[in-house]
């Protein structure tokens, strides 16, 4: 029987990075499945990028109290409209939009479950000490009911549901660990997608590519990557003749211009190549086109960029940072280390040494890891049976708690 599906998210600007796109991709595949999926969005109604999504998108927007989002008509629409659907998926939990989806819910029959997308990784507390005095104040009477009143909270692997546990000593909810993906380029992969790329960026023509793509942000590490390079130039290990970093992030902003200084600073300019935010082709393209797809990140619950990295065969150097990298070690799809300069620096140095051969090797193992591990298929068929199962618990009113490592934690994994 197919599912009525509400996703929840605070906004459905691409610009706010993977949790928004992880939500696209699941739902294109559980349309094909057959499921009805609508957004609920605490954007305004008469944002730009509302007006080419494929689904219907109720937004109650617009929002005041800054970036937490709060908007008084999104608690009597969900009020209203949420025995239309089987469940509410709320994705996030620092807006209100998860704190008023328990408003609205928790006295109902409808169950919701919630995604953290990796918002309780105890890395930001270490990195932002004031931020993480105010969600202290907060979590209390606003984050903590609505975890724990969720008929399950979602997590994309055992490394994030672990580190969860570590960020605020009141916690209690039922953990469930999900297999988590993204549609990736087809394979054999084509042609098209990489010589766009290049055409559109005649500069790189003919040169090495080392690629940074994501968001240009303090927690993915990119000022790491520089340092990196800057050392590995001086020592004689990179080429500057023929290799290239290709920043494929957004180029404005404060952050990305204190990088620039930075690349300026350290006499680097030559060989960093940025590029703005790519979508489609282009992005496809710059991964096909790449050696290797670097990601230095500091925290990343999952890293949708890394899959789609390794579904183009492009193996990825990864910082310890991103939850997935034992994965990567495990089926030699790329090099992992320390979230420092240095280690940035080692695995760019190991990929450098590797041989042709071995090289064209850890493509392939790139894509076979994907194949097992990462395909949107594999993910939405997982996140369907997760909810058959807790949806038919939750009617029953028979969730059996297994056992903790904690006494507050109740876990449940059957995937």
């Known amino acids: 029987m197919p599912l009525r599906i509400l996703h929840s998210l605070s906004t459905l600007n691409p610009a706010a990075g993977g949790p928004v796109e992880g939500v696209h991709q699941l739902t294109r595949r559980n349309l094909l499945l057959g499921h009805e999926v609508e957004f609920v969005t605490l954007d305004d109604p008469d944002s730009p990028w509302l007006k080419n999504i494929s689904v219907k998108v109720h937004a109650v927007g617009p929002t005041s109290l800054g970036v937490y989002g709060y908007t008084p008509r999104y608690v009597p629409w969900l009020r209203e409209h949420a025995r239309n659907y089987d469940c509410v998926i709320v994705n996030g939990i620092w807006n209100f939009n998860c704190y008023g989806t328990w408003l609205a819910l928790r006295k109902t029959n409808v169950p919701y479950f919630v995604f953290t997308h990796g918002m309780l990784d105890p890395w930001f507390k270490h990195r932002y000490p004031l931020k993480h005095l105010k969600k202290l104040l907060y979590w209390p009477w606003g984050g903590y009911p609505a975890l724990r009143d969720a008929h399950a909270v979602f997590f994309t692997c055992e490394e994030e549901r672990v580190l969860a546990r570590e960020s605020f000593w009141l916690y209690d909810c039922h953990e469930f660990v999900l297999r988590y993906g993204t549609a990736g380029?087809?394979?054999?992969?084509e042609t098209g997608p990489k010589e766009e790329f290049l055409a559109t960026h005649p500069a790189l023509q003919g040169k090495r590519l080392f690629t940074f793509l994501g968001r240009v942000h303090p927690k993915k590490g990119p000022d790491l990557l520089i340092k990196a390079v800057a050392s590995l130039i001086e020592r004689g290990i990179w080429d500057r003749g023929t290799m290239r970093v290709v920043m494929a992030g957004p180029v404005n902003g404060t952050y990305a211009a204190t990088l620039r200084r930075l690349i300026?600073?350290?006499?680097?300019?030559?060989?960093?190549?940025?590029?703005d935010m790519l979508l489609g082709y282009q992005k496809w393209g710059v991964l096909q086109a790449s050696e290797v797809m670097v990601l230095p990140s500091h925290q990343e619950n999952f890293g949708l960029v890394v899959a789609e990295a390794l579904s183009t065969g492009t193996p990825?150097?990864?910082?310890?940072?991103?939850?997935?990298?034992?994965?990567?070690?495990?089926?030699?799809?790329?090099?992992?280390?320390?979230?420092?300069?240095?280690?940035?620096?080692?695995?760019?140095?190991?990929?450098?040494?590797?041989?042709?051969?071995?090289?064209?090797?850890?493509?392939?193992?790139?894509?076979?890891?994907?194949?097992?591990?990462?395909t949107s298929e594999s993910a939405a068929n997982t996140f369907v049976a997760a909810l058959y199962l807790l949806i038919s618990v939750h009617k029953s009113r028979r969730w059996q708690s297994s056992p903790a490592t904690t006494s507050s934690v109740r876990s449940r994994n059957p995937f």
Not at 185 to 189: G, R, V
């Open 316 to 374: 990825v150097l990864l910082a310890k940072g991103v939850n997935i990298w034992r994965d990567i070690i495990d089926d030699c799809a790329g090099f992992a280390d320390d979230d420092t300069a240095k280690g940035c620096e080692r695995i760019l140095k190991q990929w450098i040494k590797l041989r042709p051969d071995e090289k064209a090797a850890m493509g392939l193992r790139a894509r076979a890891c994907y194949e097992t591990r990462y």
């Open 264 to 275: 300026e600073k350290l006499g680097v300019g030559d060989v960093f190549y940025w590029t």
């Open 185 to 189: 380029l087809s394979w054999p992969p």
